[in-house]
């Protein structure tokens, strides 16, 4: 009896122990709270974003947010913004895809909690529908803006539900808009097949085209999944059936490894639609490295769409692109006056400049809730793209027009139609065409 | 004996008086102590029972119970005072482990090979989506059960079919269903969000009282992500017990036999198929449940993420951690929470050019070849190996 | 009939059968080192893969087709013999799961190391024939040049396979140290020998399917090219029986036209779906394959 009595003590002292001390030890840890905003200090602001540094979507995408990162490194070598300097954390959530090739963890709700934990004062260009879309509720419960999403989706547009949540480039639906006046003038009359991905981006940009005043006599939606499994294989059937409708017209929703599928299938079949190609899927270097081998570029002649200046034009902010990327070495190490400057790296340049010329306009001092309001209530004209940047109180999207491209080589594009075309992000809104114009650099920024 | 006992008190009145000074210093409201009350009690029963050989050999199970309520103990409070992203990752790990014990119950005690857990977990995780977008209010509990019934199901279907193949043809139809199961949530894509996924309406979140432990000024990220790493926590340490019982139960010994020698099964009248499909369904089961608790965590699911490279990769961790052992699938759960740190951290100290191709590369390199290594020389893992270990060691003291 | 339909029919058919090929030489290739050496090998498409890149880097600049396809075709022999080596040999008599998840291991290696060295971005491989279908009065004609290569290519293969299993001495001899490896070595085989030999030829037929793969210019030469032909072959490989080299390629075949028409017919998500279906209705039938020599016990 006594035994078990004096053993039982000993248990008792040894469990108490363990758990006071580490209550005690956890109570001032956890206690920590912050009354200041998070991120913010007088002489630096943390930003943080998700983005597919490595895996199967990285190719291309990874160089956006380091283009913009370049931007960042360029304003902190001035002296940064009001005297803050902006420290930009990237965490790579490969996509949110797992799968070989991905050093960072496949989970974009993971790596965001991760973002929190540092904590940054608001993510800023995070890239993906699907990604950005499982993270809008975590953030908004948390109350961390969600800037500059990296897609085109008209998910980003909702101030009602998320009001820190805000898109950058023209959306998908805008671009189909665009797309179908085009479509409409050009080839009037001719049968248009519509190929497209299965998410957003290809019922997005459909809704588009038929909210523009076209409707496709066929629309075919692939699923990315699929893709993978079959090496696109899966859109010959697409492609023939397009073929056998006698579409002379394809509009093309498609990221680059289905733009290349569908163009290898047309070519095996000896099938020449017109392409009509999204600027998601279209550009030429990364379309045209598969078909290297056989000496010819299915996909010149091919109409896209851009919003931002192709590098072959006058506007003054191509040579400042390069002179920014060409000063970054840590990230871009073996860039020179040579180097192609890719739409990727035009991209990630495109929002860090508007990020920078916002921290601008908020001023010396500011919260949270005071930066989305200047965001609301700014027009950011003299940024990259060829259209102003404009948020309101009742529209998150961001950019809303561009101009149309023709594909020229297996490296260029060259505008067509000499105009620039604006929309807004109602479903069938008017197209209003602009003579081009481009805006210059501002002062501070040169 | 005499002198252990003295040993033992001494060491008791010393541990006491110093728990007693952190506690008066610590507890802030009468809450905190309460709390802390029930722990203790909780910690007693649980160390008592360990400690008591007698108890240990005449009542198994409920030195199991009292086991699984210490490691509990300890988790819940080592919660308290991690940060939000520590919790969320141990959380992930968690729900991992349950997936890894389920996979390698089938392995170890059935001995049937299952390349598509990743599968299972997707069931489950898109049951508690699915459910939660059509019915927002129904208690987790019941949420996690809809979870495991649906992989249950699932299980019993692929498991029936699977009861006649020996290992090569079962990998395979396995390794078809995981390759097949991306492809059919993209067929089903209204009521699963093809590629792009589900949210959850609502996130989960702590409760008031919990808040009022924590103090004012605990942010809702820290709170939140201790509840949902806790409930993990507490659903893991359950499934674990369920698992030991299981393990040493008369179903356990007549799967372990049909693994051995089915004809010896048989002439026991053990039930060839019954036991296999059996095993099928805890697997598939269990893996849903880890799914599902995925899908809390995260508060969405992605359906891209349960692929046939994650079927590989719970096979591997299974086999690294240990078939067949209880720990071992705790091992492989906290590898998978930390191996991108390990990885990265090893990067960054050896000078490879993290962004290059060789750095992203590392991890499936390493992984990949700790799998061949861990199979040529230590086929029974990390918990096997230690074990084998311990024997020797203790072999040489005996002797 | 439509004219529309019966040409979608025939179209179906022939591409079927271009891919259903390519899927029962990935199949025999399976039953080969599964017949030679009872092991499954899960590596069957990551070694042909690197045996490529290697036949690409040497001739990197000369990029002449067969130059390339030979010394690739040579570099899986060498890779197929140094596994069964170094890696295979103590294989031989463990449980079934080791060699499973050894191969797994191997060939998240392998794919890690060519990607590590070569990076994930495809290379367009020179493709011998030209991949543009022919036409028939203006309707194409799903055949091309490179299809009719490809077709031929895979039954010279499997006629060269199954004469020397069937008419060589070697062949026999490999037949023997599998079935009967004690009885083997005592009438003088070298069984060891004989099981390397068996890696050394699998591997060989599994590159000459990379290399025909890599020079589709729809995918070019990526480490991971060859993992959905490998999932198809492996299928069609259970399907047909792990050990009936007849049956692989039978049920590759099948397989690639039944896929064609589920894929035309139906939607792309659809094509795994059926294989899976295909896979458990055989399994079901027969679990040891339609054309399985042994019979399964009832249970």
């Not at chain 1, 890239?127 to 419960?141: A, E, F, I, N, Y």
């Not at chain 3, 028939?136 to 039954?155: K, R």
Request: net charge positive; hydrophobic share 50%.
């Amino acid at each position: 009896m006594k035994n078990i009595n004096t053993r039982r003590l000993a248990s008792v002292g040894a469990a108490f122990a363990l758990c006071a001390a580490l209550v005690a030890a956890g109570s001032s840890l956890a206690s920590a709270g912050a009354t200041k905003t998070p991120g913010l200090t007088s002489k630096q602001i943390t930003i943080g974003a998700t983005v597919p540094l490595t895996g199967i979507a990285s190719s291309g995408y990874n160089e956006v947010a380091k283009a913009a990162n370049a931007v960042f490194n360029y304003v902190n070598k001035k002296g940064g913004i009001n005297g803050r300097k902006i420290k930009y954390i990237l965490k790579d959530d490969c996509y949110g895809t797992p799968g070989f090739g991905c050093t960072g963890t496949p989970s974009t709700v993971t790596q965001t909690h991760a973002l929190l934990s540092v904590p940054v004062f608001a993510t800023v260009g995070s890239l993906g529908t699907p990604t950005q879309d499982s993270v809008r509720s975590l953030l908004k419960q948390n109350g961390v803006p969600q800037l500059f999403v990296n897609s085109g989706s008209r998910d980003w547009n909702n101030p009602t539900t998320y009001p820190g949540l805000y898109g950058w480039q023209t959306s998908y639906n805008e671009e189909g808009k665009i797309f179908a006046k085009y479509i409409n003038a050009t080839y009037s009359g001719a049968n248009v097949c519509f190929l497209g991905q299965g998410d957003d981006f290809g019922t997005d940009g459909l809704a588009g085209l038929v909210g523009g005043g076209l409707t496709p006599l066929d629309t075919q939606l692939y699923s990315v999944g699929a893709l993978v499994v079959s090496q696109g294989a899966s859109l010959a059937p697409y492609v023939a059936r397009f073929q056998s409708e006698k579409c002379t017209v394809v509009v093309l929703d498609t990221i680059p490894g289905a733009t290349d599928a569908a163009l290898g299938a047309a070519l095996k079949l000896g099938y020449t639609p017109h392409w009509v190609i999204s600027s998601v899927g279209s550009d030429p270097s990364t379309v045209y490295a598969p078909f290297a081998s056989l000496g010819f570029d299915p996909e010149v002649g091919a109409v896209s769409f851009s919003f931002l200046p192709v590098p072959g034009s006058t506007s003054p902010w191509i040579p400042w692109m390069r002179k920014v990327l060409t000063a970054d070495k840590a990230q871009f190490p073996t860039f020179t006056s040579a180097t192609t400057l890719d739409g990727n790296m035009e991209y990630g340049i495109g929002w860090g400049v508007a990020f920078v010329e916002a921290l601008k306009a908020a001023g010396k001092t500011f919260t949270r809730a005071s930066f989305l309001k200047t965001l609301d209530s700014t027009t950011f004209s003299q940024t990259p793209s060829l259209t102003p940047l404009r948020y309101t109180t009742q529209d998150h999207q961001g950019l809303n027009g561009g101009f149309l491209t023709s594909v020229t080589s297996a490296t260029a594009v060259a505008p067509i139609t000499g105009k620039i075309y604006t929309t807004d992000s109602t479903p069938s809104g008017p197209v209003v065409s602009a003579k081009k114009t481009s805006s210059g650099i501002p002062s501070w920024l040169k | 004996m005499r002198r252990l006992t003295d040993k033992r008190l001494a060491l008791t009145a010393t541990c006491l008086i110093v728990g007693v000074i952190i506690i008066a210093l610590s507890a802030t409201t009468v809450r905190v102590g309460a709390v802390l009350a029930l722990m203790l009690v909780v910690g007693i029963a649980g160390i008592s029972t360990v400690t008591t050989k007698r108890l240990r050999k005449a009542h198994p199970v409920l030195t199991r119970a009292a086991v699984t309520l210490l490691v509990l103990d300890a988790s819940l409070f080592a919660t308290y005072f991690f940060s939000s992203i520590t919790n969320f990752n141990l959380a992930i790990g968690a729900a991992m482990s349950i997936v890894l014990l389920g996979l390698s119950f089938l392995t170890g005690a059935s001995g049937q090979i299952s390349l598509g857990n990743s599968a299972f977990m997707g069931v489950g995780a898109l049951a508690v989506a699915i459910w939660a977008n059509h019915h927002a209010s129904t208690p987790i509990f019941v949420t996690l059960i809809i979870a495991i019934a649906s992989g249950a199901v699932v299980g019993l279907l692929l498991g029936l079919p699977a009861t006649r193949l020996r290992g090569p043809y079962l990998a395979g139809m396995t390794l078809a269903f995981a390759v097949a199961f991306p492809s059919i949530v993209n067929s089903f894509s209204s009521w699963t969000g093809g590629d792009a996924g589900l949210q959850l309406p609502t996130a989960v979140s702590a409760p008031r009282w919990l808040s009022s432990i924590f103090g004012s000024h605990a942010s809702l990220l820290t709170l939140n992500t201790v509840w949902i790493t806790d409930i993990t926590i507490v659903v893991t340490g359950v499934a674990f017990f369920f698992m030991a019982n299981l393990f040493a139960s008369r179903t356990g010994r007549a799967m372990r036999l049909v693994r051995d020698n089915d004809v010896a099964a048989e002439l026991a009248g053990v039930s060839l198929p019954r036991a296999r499909v059996i095993a099928f369904m805890v697997s598939s089961g269990y893996a849903a449940l880890g799914g599902a608790l995925w899908t809390l965590i995260n508060n969405s699911v992605s359906p891209p993420t349960y692929s046939l490279a994650l079927s590989i990769t719970i096979l591997s961790l299974v086999v690294i951690g240990g078939i067949g052992t209880l720990p071992g699938a705790l091992i492989g759960g906290v590898i998978y929470a930390y191996s991108t740190n390990v990885i990265s951290w090893f990067t960054a100290h050896t000078g490879i050019n993290s962004q290059g191709n060789l750095a992203s590369q590392l991890p499936g390199i390493i992984f990949g070849g700790l799998l061949i290594v861990t199979m040529l020389f230590a086929p029974m893992g990390i918990v096997g190996a230690a074990r084998r270990l311990w024997a020797k060691r203790r072999l040489r003291t005996v002797a | 009939m439509d004219a529309f339909l019966t040409s979608r029919i025939i179209s179906d058919v022939l591409e079927g059968l271009t891919n259903g090929v390519i899927y029962g030489l990935v199949a025999l290739s399976l039953v080969l080192i599964w017949r030679s050496t009872g092991i499954l090998n899960f590596a069957q498409g990551a070694m042909p893969m690197f045996a490529t890149y290697i036949g690409m880097v040497v001739f990197a600049h000369k990029l002449n087709f067969w130059f390339l396809a030979a010394i690739a075709i040579v570099a899986g022999f060498a890779v197929g013999g140094i596994t069964e080596r170094v890696l295979v040999r103590h294989l031989y008599g463990k449980p079934e799961l080791n060699p499973i998840v050894v191969m797994v291991g191997f060939l998240i290696v392998l794919e890690g190391v060519a990607a590590a060295i070569w990076s994930t971005t495809p290379r367009g491989l020179p493709s011998p024939f030209s991949p543009i279908d022919w036409h028939l009065g203006g309707q194409p004609f799903a055949l091309s040049p490179f299809a009719v290569y490809e077709i031929v290519t895979a039954l010279i293969v499997m006629t060269l396979v199954a004469c020397l299993f069937r008419f060589t001495k070697l062949g026999l001899q490999l037949r023997a140290s599998a079935i009967a490896p004690e009885v083997s070595r005592l009438l003088g085989v070298r069984v060891g020998r004989m099981l390397t030999l068996g890696w050394i030829l699998a591997t060989g037929v599994g590159t000459i399917v990379a290399v025909l793969v890599s020079s589709n210019f729809f995918t070019g030469l990526t480490p991971q090219v060859m993992d959905g032909i490998f999932a198809f072959g492996f299928i069609a490989a259970a399907v047909g029986g792990l050990d009936s080299p007849v049956g692989a390629i039978v049920a590759g075949v099948s397989m690639g036209i039944i896929l064609q028409f589920v894929g035309d017919f139906l939607n792309s998500n659809a094509i795994i779906v059926t294989a899976l279906i295909i896979l458990i209705i055989s399994l079901m039938i027969r679990p040891n394959g339609l054309f399985a020599k042994s019979t399964a016990r009832r249970v």
